[in-house]
């Protein structure tokens, strides 16, 4: 999921970018980190790649040795030293889940938290135990199979938030049907609709498809469905009802929220 280009690291001009100027985006709280020494020799070791680099957090990494930096919503690794960078994000065979430390965990969560529940298409049980937000679009296969375990997510407790994120990008026909899902009178049934394969309705209105979308550029998403919990930890992408809520669970064990 998190792959950034050298390029971009060079100074170019990435997707992500030309996408987020494309409409305006919400800027998000960055976690509150005081830099020490070591971050600052990263800061410096990254600045001879580009003079303009600016990444949006460094802090520690949930392993010794490295610092973690959040750069255009991808997660890169540094060494301690400056010297060596990673694009891959590790994998934590204890926890069974990606490795994530808690200034990732919280730059996510306030990225999320700007973006209004009313403008989110919620399928919710009554007193859900856990919450998730999935960024989604109606073309993906994956996506709709997602939909198809609504029901069953909800008897297992889980609310599902989703949020716009069309794959083909601002201006795609993908594009100007999920907002005329959003702009319906009645969105659940629109999207449910849509994800079953049936011709989409066009409407137009005030929406926050491309809000939701470049958002989640700057999340790292690149692909459909994007699944995040309440925490900030991204589950992946299409997950099985029972694998889904038994993450849910690890997380809920380990401290995290709803």
């Not at 990673?86 to 994530?100: L, R």
């Not at 609709?193 to 498809?209: F, I, L």
Request: with cysteine.
């Amino acid at each position: 999921m998190y792959r950034i280009a050298i390029a971009a690291l060079l100074g170019a001009i990435s997707l992500t970018a030309c996408a987020q100027q494309a409409s305006p985006t919400v800027a998000a709280p960055a976690p509150q980190v005081a830099e020490g020494p070591v971050e600052q020799t990263v800061r410096d070791a990254l600045k001879q790649l580009d003079p303009n680099f600016s990444p949006d957090y460094i802090g520690a990494a949930p392993f010794p040795g490295f610092r973690e930096v959040i750069v255009s919503g991808q997660v890169l690794y540094v060494t301690d030293d400056g010297r060596y960078l990673m694009q891959s994000q590790p994998y934590d065979i204890q926890k069974k889940a990606m490795a994530t430390s808690a200034g990732l965990l919280q730059y996510r969560r306030g990225l999320l938290a700007t973006l209004p529940h009313a403008d989110r298409i919620v399928f919710a049980p009554p007193n859900a135990k856990y919450t998730i937000s999935v960024f989604t679009d109606i073309e993906c296969g994956y996506c709709r199979k997602l939909h198809q375990d609504i029901a069953e997510l909800n008897r297992n407790g889980i609310a599902v938030e989703y949020l716009a994120f069309p794959r083909m990008g601002l201006g795609s026909k993908d594009y100007t049907d999920m907002i005329s899902v959003w702009c319906a009178s009645d969105r659940k049934a629109a999207l449910t609709a849509a994800k079953s394969g049936q011709p989409v309705s066009p409407k137009t209105c005030t929406n926050p498809v491309a809000m939701q979308y470049n958002l989640g550029q700057q999340l790292g998403i690149n692909g459909t469905p994007a699944i995040f919990a309440a925490d900030g930890s991204q589950l992946g992408g299409y997950l099985p009802p029972a694998q889904l809520k038994a993450a849910l669970e690890r997380i809920d064990a380990a401290g995290g929220g709803r």
